[in-house]
């Protein structure tokens, strides 16, 4: 089958450098993608990676290894306006590109 | 950037009753939309694919006379909650393809109808 792991929560300091993993099994992987949520919220697309390597986007940046099932989002000089939950989403080979998400990590940023 | 628009923002309905949500893409044609599910702190969970011009996609689990999906136009999907009962209470959140060369595998998100049945 196929399944998304990513840490339940994480608490870090305004300034601080946070690393959300993202572990996946899912057969017909082409990429993935990390979407930001507040609460109430829509999801708003962050970054995607298909290949190997950091993706860099301001102080967000996303990491691919396809030969370990793992990509990660790095948030640097953290914000109180991060706090957010932040989803992995695997993208499946198939002709829709569909999405399957992660259970979210919820990011609290504290002064 | 392409945006995407849902409409109603908030419904309350009575137990029975049937509620239809729009959703629009707004300044792009979108030929394959999704519609979500979204529990409280909880994660997204896909509940189909709605194609344009043929039937919708519907994940195992979702029952396709109870959520119906129709998806008319190129920039309008709708999904109906057929004789809404409470546990049909939730967020419902719209997905469009986005419609730029290079970035095929991007969704660009509704703001989402948070439905409650009383």
């Known amino acids: 089958g196929q399944s998304l792991e990513q840490p339940s929560e994480v608490t870090a300091v305004e300034g601080a450098i946070v690393q959300i993993n993202c572990t996946y099994q899912?057969?017909?992987?082409?990429?993935l993608s990390w979407y930001q949520q507040h609460d109430g919220g829509a999801p708003t697309f962050l970054s995607y990676?298909?290949?190997?390597g950091l993706e860099e986007t301001g102080r967000f940046s996303s990491f691919l290894s396809r030969s370990d099932s793992y990509g990660y989002l790095l948030l640097q000089e953290l914000q109180m306006k991060d706090s957010a939950s932040y989803f992995c989403a695997v993208i499946t080979a198939d002709s829709w590109g569909k999405f399957q998400f992660g259970a979210g990590t919820q990011v609290v940023v504290t002064p | 950037g392409a945006v995407v628009s849902q409409h109603p923002s908030r419904v309350i309905c009575k137990s029975g009753t049937s509620v239809k949500i729009e959703c629009r893409s707004l300044?792009?044609?979108?030929?394959?939309m999704f519609w979500y599910r979204q529990f409280p702190k909880k994660s997204l969970m896909l509940m189909a694919t709605?194609?344009?011009?043929?039937?919708?996609?519907?994940e195992q689990g979702v029952e396709k006379d109870k959520f119906l999906i129709n998806h008319a136009s190129l920039t309008l999907s709708t999904l109906t909650v057929t004789s809404a009962h409470p546990e049909d209470s939730s967020f419902y959140i719209c997905?469009?393809?986005?419609?730029?060369?290079?970035?095929?595998?991007?969704?660009?998100f509704g703001p989402g109808t948070r439905l409650t049945v009383l």
């Open positions: 997905s469009a393809r986005s419609p730029l060369a290079g970035e095929s595998d991007t969704q660009y």
């Open positions: 709605s194609n344009e011009g043929s039937k919708a996609t519907y």
């Open positions: 990676n298909a290949l190997d």
């Open positions: 300044d792009f044609q979108a030929t394959t």
């Open positions: 899912t057969s017909g992987f082409y990429g």
